[in-house]
């Protein structure tokens, strides 16, 4: 049983789990829990009849008055009871299938803009059958989601339904467009009241309540937080720590942003300065071990292929490892022991560099940055400005990418013209190095 803030405690409708029973033949015990399985089925559509409220005329539109509030609750209470993910997906499945769009409405609204493109009528009549046609258009289970984000405890819940649902897809429970098509409307949904002007931005001090520190800190996922002295340190001196919360969820802090005052931009995160300098972060390439490893695996079984180093580059890092390239490679990048040797740490420090570089800048999802934080600051208009060789020598940083992390910086009259370039144009804009190292990729290593 989950619950999903004040006011919006889970109840259970139905029996989930049947109480101990004498044992029965085989076949009663099957028979018992299909009958449990229709029962639930029965009850899903039932309160799905009931909940879901029924779209009014056009004519109707804003005079009909709102479902009763116990109504959206009850749909809130039963899903939370729901402990099952198959369970919650099927009555998911229910509600995208059986409550969205009328297709008998859509079409007769259609038919009748069209009908009226084609005869001189005042544009008044036409804007008014697109409206109609609009209105056909909004899903029934809309109507649902907007009503209970207006409980107490509402939108929070409609994020976490969202959050099952995109698993639930993950894990095929549930398919199709319909449950597509309501991911989509309740993502546009979460957007809207997720805007930058419904959040508030707070500060972080050594001085907040202590349940706010608590969740910066167990939400930190770039450079985790040790302990109570490191949180310190990170809100402490020359250091600034902010975080976005929701007007529905307030002091639940939804994005965190920490910010380092130094004298140049920073070059790993051991070291930090006393002045203010220039606008950059020092950020994280997630994925970059999996994708080398992937290259590496690639070529390993295509009989010992290696495109990715030169030949002296491929006889030195043989003859420190004692074995074939790809293969050792694979078994010594998938643990951090390799960056306690210093002859590993300068024989891997060229090639991997210009890797990264490559894999920052040219490997492409859709036109764009594969790696998702390149894509973030990328999209906000940011230069790929510096890739730092042993910059993370934590086990996350060493197993995640090999420790090296990357500089964006942002030049504030640029911004929005970097911004509107990639995502138009698709173009990165990056520094020489990051560039000359993407040069060296192309000249030395062959994908």
């Known amino acids: ?78 899903y939370g009871g729901l402990a099952d993910a198959a369970e919650r997906a099927e009555l998911l499945g229910r509600l995208a299938q059986g ?39 909004v899903p029934r289970y809309r109507g649902l ?40 409307v309740l993502k546009g949904m979460l957007s809207e009241w997720f805007s930058s002007g419904f959040l508030n931005l707070e500060r972080v001090t050594w001085h907040s309540p202590c349940e706010v520190l608590q969740r910066v800190s167990e939400s930190e996922a770039v450079h985790p937080i040790k302990n109570w002295m490191d949180m310190k340190r990170r809100v402490g001196p020359y250091r600034r720590c902010y975080f976005f919360s929701h007007c529905s969820t307030p002091e639940e802090p939804l994005v965190v942003l920490h910010v380092a005052l130094t004298g140049d931009i920073s070059s790993n995160i051991q070291v930090e300065f006393p002045h203010l300098g220039t606008f950059s972060s020092l950020s994280p390439i997630p994925g970059f071990t999996k994708w080398l490893l992937g290259l590496l695996n690639s070529q390993a079984k295509e009989h010992g292929r290696n495109e990715l180093f030169t030949d002296s580059e491929s006889k030195e890092i043989s003859e420190v490892t004692g074995g074939p390239i790809n293969e050792t490679l694979k078994v010594i990048l998938s643990s951090n022991e390799w960056a306690k040797s210093e002859t590993l740490v300068r024989v891997l420090q060229a090639p991997l560099m210009r890797l990264c570089a490559w894999y920052l800048y040219g490997e492409k999802h859709r036109g764009y940055a594969l790696n998702p934080v390149a894509n973030f600051h990328l999209q906000n208009g940011a230069v790929m400005w510096r890739i730092n060789w042993m910059a993370d020598v934590s086990l996350k940083g060493i197993t995640g990418s090999c420790g090296l992390m990357v500089n964006y910086r942002y030049f504030l009259e640029e911004t929005a013209t970097n911004s509107t370039n990639y995502l138009n144009s698709k173009n990165i804009k990056a520094s020489e190095q990051v560039l000359s190292l993407v040069a060296q990729f192309q000249k030395n290593s062959k994908l």
């Open 1 to 78: 049983m989950r619950g999903f803030g004040p006011g919006l405690t889970a109840r259970c409708f139905l029996p989930l789990r049947l109480p101990g029973r004498p044992l029965r033949p085989p076949g009663l015990r099957l028979s018992t829990r299909q009958a449990a399985v229709g029962a639930l089925e029965r009850a899903m559509d039932e309160l799905l009849r009931r909940a879901v409220p029924a779209t009014p005329a056009y004519e109707l539109r804003e005079k009909t008055p709102a479902p009763a509030e116990g109504q959206c609750a009850d749909f809130v209470s039963f």
């Open 99 to 137: 409550f969205g769009v009328d297709h008998g409405q859509v079409a007769e609204q259609s038919a009748g803009v069209l009908q009226l493109r084609q005869q001189p009528r005042e544009p008044a009549v036409l804007l008014q059958a697109e409206d109609r046609l609009r209105y056909a258009l």
């Open 145 to 184: 989601f907007h009503h209970i984000s207006k409980l107490d405890g509402g939108v929070r819940f409609l994020v976490q339904l969202r959050a099952d649902l995109l698993e639930a897809q993950a894990l095929k429970l549930v398919e199709g467009p319909h449950v597509r098509e309501m991911n989509g």
